[in-house]
């Protein structure tokens, strides 16, 4: 048995962790990182910049560095490391817009009653949002436009894993459902210059994504298409690809989504799914605690098995052809017509 101070110690540390997350959060509104990116500043200096308090600033600062998010050196100074580096808006790997949508008013204030998803088997946001999140965003156009960015951010990393692990090179069309700003699709068509491709997702969405496309230089290679992937998807490409679009959904709705890429589908077409996928393994705490994400924010969605991936695909006239591993905490379910 372990020493129960220990174990106390252990709890405590993983409870105040919503300490470090509102931290890392205010920090990154701040542009700390971003102010820090040249070298050293003093607190004074970096409370100046961003109209703050210094010593309210400095406490803040100095509990990141304790858990190695900044350094501290003498005299009230910090400087960047690697992880600070993270919060940096144009960092490779930037979790700046994550780390603000996860202390956003629909994200934050849901977890805050995580115990009515677990008494009612329900989203914590209806009854902390009045509605599932989703509906929400539409009237809170703040709050999408942090959720767009995280979800862009998020992509990033998950995108460079498909890039480097999946060979796109016999694709000409490939369709991303519920692609957002196109970030992964445009990091295919960016390493696959004869591709082309189709970025399908609901119109607020789609009328934001021509600067990311422009910004990689694909939109001329990239038809955008505003829809509903309960209703259709575009028919006639060579590939199918969506990313973390089915977890946030029940069987029913997956299967509505899965008929419709069947139904656009060509005989030889393919359907790429990018998920964390559960397994009782210690390698798969991301995907236990993405799915714990989906519990409160999604009406019925979930982190699913090998096993239901393909059950889900057999259902809707597709068969789960091959899983391939990434570098990135997700896989790829390639599927195929029967």
Not at 90 to 102: G, L, Q
Not at 127 to 138: E, H, I, K, P
Not at 152 to 160: K, L, R, V
Not at 203 to 215: C, F, M, S, W
Request: proline share 3%; hydrophobic share 40%; charged share 25%.
């Amino acid at each position: 048995m372990r020493n129960n101070t220990a174990a106390y110690d252990e709890i405590r540390h993983l409870l105040l962790g919503m300490f470090i997350s509102r931290s890392l959060t205010a920090v990154a509104e701040l542009n700390i990182a971003e102010l820090l990116h040249n070298g050293p500043q003093s607190v004074d200096m970096l409370a100046k910049e961003t109209d703050s308090d210094p010593d309210a600033l400095y406490r803040v600062l100095r509990t990141l560095a304790a858990v190695n998010v900044f350094e501290e050196l003498k005299d009230r100074t910090f400087k960047n490391n690697a992880l600070s580096d993270t919060l940096r808006i144009d960092a490779e790997h930037s979790a700046h817009a994550i780390v603000r949508w996860i202390n956003d008013p629909g994200c934050w204030a849901s977890w805050g009653r995580l115990d009515y998803s677990i008494k009612t088997g329900r989203p914590a946001t209806e009854a902390v949002l009045g509605s599932d999140l989703f509906t929400w965003l539409q009237e809170h156009p703040s709050s999408l436009k942090r959720f767009q960015e995280a979800m862009t951010g998020f992509c990033n990393i998950a995108a460079h894993g498909v890039v480097e692990t999946f060979d796109f090179s016999a694709i000409n069309k490939i369709v991303d459902i519920g692609g957002g700003h196109g970030l992964l699709l445009g990091k295919i068509l960016t390493r696959y210059h004869t591709t082309t491709g189709v970025l399908f997702d609901r119109p607020e969405v789609i009328d934001q994504a021509l600067p990311l496309l422009t910004k990689l230089g694909v939109a001329d290679r990239v038809e955008t298409v505003a829809g509903d992937f309960f209703e259709h998807i575009p028919s006639g490409a060579d590939a199918y690809i969506m990313k973390h679009v089915l977890h946030d959904w029940d069987d029913k709705h997956c299967m509505m989504i899965l008929n419709n890429c069947h139904n656009a589908m060509k005989p030889n077409s393919r359907l790429l799914v990018v998920e964390a996928v559960m397994d009782d393994g210690p390698n798969s705490l991301f995907a236990k605690q993405a799915d714990l994400e989906t519990l409160v924010i999604t009406t019925g969605g979930r982190e699913r098995t090998q096993q239901e991936f393909a059950d889900l695909f057999s259902r809707c006239g597709l068969k789960l052809q091959r899983l391939i591993k990434t570098d990135y905490p997700a896989v790829i379910l390639e599927a195929v017509a029967h």
